[in-house]
């Protein structure tokens, strides 16, 4: 056996430091899609890891605020009450909460029904679901930093989002969405906004959203997602309007109230919120959808479950194929 | 013997983003290739295993205990993602087989060499680089890691130290030896191949 000896350098046989390198290399993940992972990755770390108030620089910064909360109160004396907009309430909390940040620093805990007003930072610890104040709905995921910096714009600083404007809720001037890549404005729609440090990911499911970057316009219509770099870059491509990635948006969903509604209204409903066309198999299917009118409730069950639970009360039954709910009678 | 890293995982439970972009930063790019090493996954897919592995190491901060190093402890959970995988793909069939239902075997996720379809003259290469990668499963996994991280990854001997918790110079004799016996192996691995070449 032959003793070996080191002698300090790295390599002693080039051939087989050559035969190694070719063998391992790969090919590197394309920044388009690191910027992907990363926003995916980030949002579930931010929320199993929630800042800390307590941390080193926040300690820090409660004690600065300390020092200058004598100076305003003043502030607080001179506010005018009431002079801020009503953005939205909230209409449902799910585990966490949301902690608000108001003017002068004025800090508090949102529940079910408080209303939110311009000149707020909400910080999200568990998915949430507000009410929009000029119709349609906003979810929050866990994790989500927002400002609601107008009436009818919002500023997301980090973290999750999807604002559900039906078409038939018409207004002149329609929610935006602010971020680090630019203003999202969207035309009677569904889309979600993830933001983070590096870049922002809009994913529009129904309609169409006007993004104002940094370095130009772009309109996504549904099934596009497009990736807006904070440098200016933009990409896109396709994505699809149902699936794994929305089942948190469909938890979120807000309550539909059948009683005395027809359920093909309530199949339109559900449509919407798991982003699959509802396909009547016969005609007569599609009749008692139309002339059907429900009684009862739905309240606290997510679409998918809704759904099993009122059609198993109809001559109707229904399949899931990719993007289509397909609606059938009983043989 | 991982304080950096145990730091690390510490400020990125306090919810610090800029803990959480050194982790990312470090972690993807070379996770990925660890991915593309082990399996014979579409770049597609390849992304799923990351973001799956890098999602549950992001849920699961306060499982790791400083014992290995943080980017190992990842590969640890890597490693079930691509068995996951594995399991998922061995489930879905492209064909039935009638006659082998058990027939395959659930591998540990070990390197892979992907199969070619090329012109004659890139067959060299091929076969080349299928000695390299079976040389280096015969190895033991210490000594395949360390080449692995300072071939495949362009870790210096000092990052392969700090992953592998020794000092500079234990480094530089690990990968020594690793050296050492990977020519060996490699060179039988050569012999087989050529063997195989002449059969043809």
């Known amino acids: 056996m032959t003793e070996r000896r080191i002698t300090g350098r790295e390599e002693d046989d080039p051939s087989i430091e050559r035969a190694l390198t070719t063998a391992l290399s790969t090919e590197p993940l394309g920044d388009e899609t690191l910027e992907r992972v990363r926003a995916t990755v980030m949002n579930e770390w931010r929320a199993a890891n929630p800042p800390s108030r307590f941390d080193r620089k926040g300690r820090w910064i409660a004690a600065s605020a300390a020092a200058v909360v004598a100076a305003l109160a003043v502030g607080f004396i001179v506010q005018r009450a009431g002079d801020a907009a009503v953005v939205g309430t909230v209409a449902r909390l799910d585990d966490g909460g949301i902690d608000v940040r108001g003017r002068f620093w004025r800090h508090w805990t949102a529940h079910v029904g408080d ?96 993004l104002v970057g940094h370095a130009g316009t772009v309109v996504a219509t549904a099934g596009t997602e497009l990736l807006a770099s904070v440098r200016g870059g933009i990409s896109q491509r396709s994505v699809e309007t149902y699936g794994r990635d929305w089942l948190w948006v469909a938890a979120l969903a807000p309550d539909y109230d059948i009683e005395g509604r027809p359920l093909i209204d309530f199949l339109q409903w559900v449509s919407r919120e798991l982003g699959r066309r509802v396909e009547y198999a016969d005609a ?48 | 013997m991982y304080e950096a890293d145990r730091v690390l995982v510490s400020r990125m439970r306090t919810g610090e983003q800029r803990a959480f972009d050194e982790f990312f930063n470090a972690s993807a790019s070379r996770l990925a290739a660890f991915v593309s090493r082990r399996s014979g996954l579409d770049p597609a897919s390849v992304e799923d295993i990351v973001q799956n592995t890098l999602i549950k190491a992001v849920r699961n901060l306060a499982s790791y205990r400083g014992e290995a190093a943080l980017f190992t402890w990842v590969t640890e959970i890597c490693r079930h993602e691509l068995a996951d995988a594995h399991r998922k793909a061995v489930r879905r069939p492209a064909h039935d087989s009638l006659d082998e239902p058990d027939a395959v075997a659930f591998p540990v996720p070990e390197l892979w060499v992907p199969e070619h379809l090329e012109p004659a003259a890139e067959a060299d290469a091929h076969h080349r680089q299928k000695a390299v990668i079976r040389a280096l499963n015969d190895l033991p996994e210490r000594y395949a890691r360390a080449l692995e991280a300072k071939y495949g990854d362009g870790l210096s001997v000092k990052e392969v130290a700090a992953l592998f918790g020794l000092t500079t110079v234990a480094a530089q004799s690990l990968l020594a030896r690793a050296r050492d016996a990977f020519r060996d192996r490699w060179n039988v691995e050569s012999d087989v191949v050529v063997g195989v070449r002449r059969d043809d």
């Not at chain 1, 404007?165 to 969405?177: A, D, E, G, N």
């Not at chain 1, 299917?285 to 099993?308: K, N």
């Not at chain 1, 194929?321 to 397909?326: E, G, S």
């Open chain 1, 284 to 331: 007569h299917a599609h009749d008692v959808a139309a002339h059907t009118i429900m009684h009862g409730s739905v309240r606290g069950r997510e679409p998918l479950e809704a759904l099993a639970d009122v059609l198993a009360t109809t001559s109707l039954t229904y399949e899931m194929r990719a993007d289509t709910i397909r609606v059938h009678s009983v043989q």
């Open chain 1, 115 to 210: 209303a939110l007003k311009t000149g707020e930072t909400l910080t999200v610890h568990g998915p949430v679901l507000l009410s929009l104040i000029q119709g349609g709905t906003l979810r929050v995921a866990a994790g989500t930093v927002l400002n609601l910096t107008g009436g009818v714009e919002v500023s997301l600083a980090h973290g999750l989002v999807y604002l559900d404007v039906p078409p038939s809720i018409k207004s002149s001037t329609p929610l935006r969405i602010l971020t680090r890549a630019g203003a999202i404005e969207h035309l009677g729609t569904q889309f979600e906004v993830l933001s983070n440090e590096g870049a922002v990911r809009i994913r529009v499911r129904e309609g169409k959203v006007r």
